[in-house]
């Protein structure tokens, strides 16, 4: 049995996971500084750092002591090097690199969106290799081919904005708070999703699976400047259309992607998989094009450590081993489909 401690700093969340052979989790502490950035509407970096230093050590320990395990049992440390916030990243590793360095165990360094893609890993029937895979978070929106878990080929990223930074764009614009996707999420479910005509862009084939959000967020920005915000049914009209704009192309993509790959099993991770229009609409393309969908619980979509710690088991059983020169790198691209 081998026993990873699993540690993610890369953004706003402070975690720390214990899971038992990349699969079982034992324990898995998130810290969110939702709070922190709430008043700002987005992650401001020198508080994300500042918040991380204060949590990372008690994040540590309860994960420890909920895991009812010591630092002792622990059989290898996976920790998020790469991409993130870089003085975010630093918190996380430096602690990583501690505890390795004391204990003797082993280090792997984690790729943020390898953790993501790891997440539906931990429930009980996950998708087999190959697989596509649909990561879609406050950072990063990307069609990607898992061919194994260290093994993933992109297929197509966003141009300009994420799909949750779409979300939390538009919820600063409508007044809703950050993070703005769950508000939003809420909001449209009462609301007339075909109410406001938002453009759905780069969806001819010429552009494959790439992605552009930023044209939407101006969209809805001439709006409210035309208009003001609403209130009431017509704020959830809104929000209804807004999102569906997001989904609708996240979803086509995802369809033409699976198709012209082959590939008959399709998981959505990262934040914005926590999103219930999503989740709904990506299983009725599934039933039409049939494909199986797989998507982590919520709480498994947004960040979280118990992830980085089984995408860590996959590399540790592979050999993979970090030292203590691990850096953290802010912008760390997939490997693209050449
Ligand atoms: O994966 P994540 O926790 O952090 C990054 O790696 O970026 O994703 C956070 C993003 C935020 O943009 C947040 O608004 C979005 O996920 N999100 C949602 C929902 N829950 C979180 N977006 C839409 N609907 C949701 N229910
Ligand atoms: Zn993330």
Redesign the pocket.
Known sequence: MMRVLGIES??D?TAAAVVEDGRTVRSDVVASQHEVHARYGGVVPELASRAHIRNVVPVVEAALERAGVALGDIDGIAVTNAPGLVGALLVGLQTAKAMAWVTGKPLVGVH?LEG?LAAVFLEADPPPMPHLGLIV????TSLVRVNGHADVVELGATRDDAA??A??KGAKLLGLGY????V??RLARSGDATAIAFPRAMMASEHGADFSFSGLKTSLLHHVRAHGVPDGQALADLCASYQAAIVEVLVRKTRRAARREGLGHVQVC???A???ALRAAMVAAGAEDDFRVYVPP?AR???NAAMIAAAGYHRLVRGDRDGPALDAVPSAALRRRA
């Open positions: 890369s953004c969340e943020h993501h978070s406050g950072g990063h949750g930074e979300f939390d993070p703005g996707g769950v939003i999420d990262g934040g914005v926590a999103n219930s919520p979509c947004t960040d």
